[in-house]
């Protein structure tokens, strides 16, 4: 009938019919035989759209309806044979009384109405608030159909109406996801902003564990944003934090409409309104991870924060800007030279390196652009301004580009907004389970000595094992400072680098204490010269300590199902009536030692 339609063009309509299952009802009575089910019609009277008498408008009968009738005697019956198991024409005239040329059928309103595609297309252009006339023309140029002025206007009344409902269907869903995080989770912070038309602009979401990962570690902030996470074209932004044992934690959310100053300042308002305010008063770090957040908005809203751009981030940046930035023989050679160059400036340790190497790219053709942007920003980028932070070795957003990669895989593009708050916190959720059950663990695990040291089992003890780890690194550099009195009985340090006069024993300006606040080689080189105790419980902060890396974690928050070798921490955490067996006796490592060995005089 479609290809009859099509080659003939003229549109049919089904004045009468009688289905098979009716038909059959009766056959069934007599014991006949029936139709075949493959049939849909036992009888079927078609008509051309004109057939029939013309109903004109002044009659007063459908006023605001145009009529297509015009009397035209075009019809035919189909019926099935029983016997035959076919369905043919049994009678029909084929004459039409108007034009049936293809110029004329294109015009029916059956051929000019859009696909399900087609209107697709056309609510993405309706949501991207294309001019009137952008949208006419796209949509007649997409659908290669004779849309009239008033179809467009049907098609734009009819899909704001359906953009409405689903709208306000994904506003509820999204309302109920999040009232079922604030009843789970009472100490948790959930709000939504909307403008005056009512569009979703800001949706922020934390829980109480985040909350508590903040309040305990906010001295250094990794900020970064991803899209492609949702339908509405919502842009996820994270804030993550690291605990003491080296463990990235988001603590905050936030699903934003755009990245624009306003909508980014109401975001963080949010973040700060809950929050005690003298926790932003404190001097802390923030690494914005990606180029599209506007890094002035960090400076006026954390005004007493040091912020740097991720290293990764700068150095891929340099590398898409050097990509083309001369043609020629000599592209290839010079390019690998500036991007030496550059990759030099972000690792630099000192501001006369950076200078030195700002100088030797002055002939190269990125160096006016470089004069003009980058070098008037380079308080935000260089190694040697990087280095003056506390950032405990933090100097990109890897972690954090990493969580919203695992975000992905559980949420994308298709996904309502409600859909992708609730992928969000259930990779929030793995990570919150993974780091209990780290600190479970580390709580767990029986100390034993790593060596027979009373200094290095007491800061073992008191450390959590990330934090040994540094330490350790540092003893065995003590081998290589040389200790020594001046004539002024001052103590001087002295190593490959050069002296270093420290003014205390506890305290010290070298790139290790400042980057960590744990006591570094040239301390503990002193005490030992001092023979003095290894170190004191002052010298340690508090992130850093057991004890406060672990106030909070319970047996019963770790989902021990959630790891591969959960039967067997079940099967230990299960008997705590039993008596546990002596520790074996461990093999002294060779790094281990050495630290001995360095630190022997202390027991002497």
Same mark, same amino acid.
């Given at each position: ?263 980014? @300042? *109401?975001?963080?308002?949010?973040? &700060?309104?809950?929050? +005690? ?6 001097? !802390?770090?923030?690494? #914005? ?111 954090? @580009? *990493?969580?919203?990669?695992?975000? &992905?895989?559980?949420? +994308? ?6 859909? !992708?708050?609730?992928? #969000? ?112 419980? *002052? ?66």
């Amino acid at each position: 009938m479609e290809a009859y339609e099509a080659n003939a063009h003229v549109k049919l309509i089904f004045a009468d019919t009688r289905k098979i299952e009716t038909a059959n009802i009766a056959y069934r009575r007599e014991d006949a035989p029936v139709y075949d089910a493959k049939f849909k019609y036992a009888y079927a009277r078609l008509t051309c759209k004109h057939h029939g008498k013309y109903r004109s408008k002044g009659s007063g009968k459908r006023p605001n309806q145009r009529s297509y009738k015009t009397n035209c005697p075009m019809q035919f019956i189909l019926s099935v044979d029983r016997a035959k198991d076919i369905m043919y024409i049994r009678s029909g005239n084929f004459t039409h009384n108007h034009p049936t040329d293809e110029d004329v059928a294109k015009l029916y309103p059956e051929n000019r109405r859009l696909s399900k595609s087609e209107r697709q297309f056309s609510k993405i252009l309706m949501d991207m608030k294309v001019p009137q006339k952008v949208f006419c023309e796209r949509v007649r140029e997409m659908s290669q159909k004779p849309l009239t002025n008033k179809d467009i206007y049907n098609l734009q009344a009819q899909l704001r109406k359906e953009m409405a409902e689903e709208e306000k269907t994904e506003v509820q869903s999204l309302l109920h996801e999040l009232q079922d995080i604030t009843e789970k989770d009472s100490g948790s912070e959930v709000v939504v902003n909307v403008d005056g038309n009512g569009q979703i602009q800001v949706v922020f979401f934390q829980t109480s564990y985040m909350k508590e990962a903040y309040l305990k570690f906010p001295e250094v902030c990794i900020v970064g944003e991803t899209d492609d996470i949702n339908s509405n074209g919502m842009i996820l932004c994270t804030i993550m934090v690291q605990d003491g044992s080296g463990t990235f934690l988001p603590c905050a959310h936030f699903l934003l409409a755009k990245l624009d100053e306003p909508t980014m @300042v *109401s975001a963080f308002q949010l973040f &700060k309104q809950p929050l +005690n305010d003298e926790i932003f008063n404190k001097p !802390c770090l923030f690494i #914005i991870g990606s180029s599209n957040l506007d890094v002035a908005v960090f400076q006026n809203q954390f005004p007493n924060a040091s912020i740097k751009l991720c290293e990764t981030q700068i150095l891929k940046k340099f590398k898409n800007e050097t990509m083309n930035i001369e043609n020629g023989s000599e592209k290839p050679r010079r390019q690998g030279q500036l991007w030496t160059l550059l990759h030099a400036m972000v690792m630099s340790k000192t501001e006369s390196e950076y200078e030195e190497l700002r100088t030797k790219m002055q002939d190269l053709p990125f160096a006016s652009a470089f004069n003009e942007t980058w070098h008037q920003q380079r308080h935000l980028w260089v190694g040697s301004f990087r280095n003056k932070d506390l950032n405990y070795g933090i100097k990109n957003a890897n972690n954090l @580009v *990493s969580f919203h990669e695992k975000v &992905k895989g559980v949420v +994308n593009s298709s996904s309502t907004v409600a859909e !992708c708050v609730k992928g #969000i916190l259930k990779m929030d959720n793995q990570m919150k389970l993974e780091a209990n059950r780290k600190k479970l663990q580390a709580m767990m695990t029986t100390s034993v000595p790593i060596v027979d040291n009373p200094d290095l089992e007491e800061l073992t003890q008191l450390c959590t094992r990330y934090a040994v780890n540094f330490l350790e690194k540092e003893l065995t550099f003590i081998t290589s400072l040389n200790v020594a009195r001046n004539e002024l009985g001052q103590l001087i340090i002295t190593d490959a680098i050069g002296d270093k006069q420290l003014e205390n024993d506890n305290t010290c300006s070298c790139l290790f204490y400042t980057n960590f606040k744990l006591p570094c080689k040239h301390i503990f080189a002193m005490r030992k010269f001092l023979e003095k105790k290894l170190f004191d419980d *002052s010298m340690i902060a508090s992130r850093w300590r057991r004890d406060y890396q672990h106030s909070e974690c319970k047996v019963e928050d770790i989902d021990f199902a959630s790891s591969p070798s959960g039967d067997k921490k079940k099967k230990r955490a299960s008997t705590g009536n039993s008596v546990p067996a002596p520790p074996a006796a461990k093999k002294v490592k060779k790094k281990h030692q050495e630290v001995f060995n360095i630190l022997s005089v202390n027991d002497a």
